[in-house]
């Protein structure tokens, strides 16, 4: 966990130093690179979100590439495509898939030009290379195809290409349509760089 930090640290650090601008009037780029680690915990998202957490054992290291297909509405909306390669340590060892096939996000905030803002979510399959330990303990069961979806707050310096991510990383039952129990949830920060 240690070099992880240390890892996104020294991202952060040459983000600062070497990103260059970009004009305000502009959008950033098309192509992003999301990279961000967290902790898995034993809640609902709705209690993970409220504050109400309980770590579980298990962390994950994910990197996930994202390309905006659409922008909408003078670009203060846009539709991406996201394909993320996760892997958990600790209590949970598996590899993971995601594959966020539906993603929206809002970029127009009217605090823009002192932080630069987007909100997102997005929607699609989850592969787990084995029946994820964690699911197990906290739902009795779990599948290795779940559906993923991800909550996304992004802010950073205006006019800059990178910015710090925090995320709700979920893998879900899909309301009983995939599997009857499975799925957790995950709270991580990181950064994305826009390229």
């Known amino acids: 966990m ?3 930090v240390t890892a996104i640290s020294c ?7 070497t990103s260059t601008a970009i004009a305000q009037e502009h ?3 098309d192509h992003a690179l999301t990279i961000y680690t967290g902790r898995v915990t034993k809640d609902h998202w709705e209690e993970a979100l409220a504050g109400d957490i309980h770590f579980a054992d298990a962390y994950v290291v994910v990197g996930a590439m994202s390309w905006t297909a659409k922008r909408f ?7 991406e495509l996201e394909g993320q390669v996760a892997k958990y340590f600790n209590g949970q060892n598996n ?6 096939i539906v993603a929206v996000r809002w970029h127009d905030f009217p ?3 002192y932080v630069n803002t987007s909100v997102a979510w997005g929607i699609g399959p989850s592969y787990a290379t084995e029946k994820p330990t964690i699911e197990k303990e906290i739902n009795g069961s779990t599948q290795e195809w779940l ?6 707050l992004t802010f950073g ?4 290409n990178w910015a710090l991510s925090l995320r709700l990383h979920h893998r879900s039952d899909g309301f009983d349509m995939v599997t009857d129990e499975g799925g957790a949830n995950t709270l991580a920060a990181g950064i994305k760089i826009h390229f």
């Open 95 to 100: 590899w993971e898939f995601n594959l966020p």
């Open 2 to 4: 240690k070099t992880v």
């Open 27 to 29: 959008v950033l780029p």
């Open 147 to 152: 559906v993923y979806w991800f909550g996304e």
């Open 111 to 113: 605090w823009d030009k």
């Open 11 to 17: 991202c952060l650090a040459i983000c600062l130093i």
């Open 73 to 79: 509405l003078d670009n203060a909306l846009s539709l």
């Open 157 to 160: 310096p205006p006019n800059r």
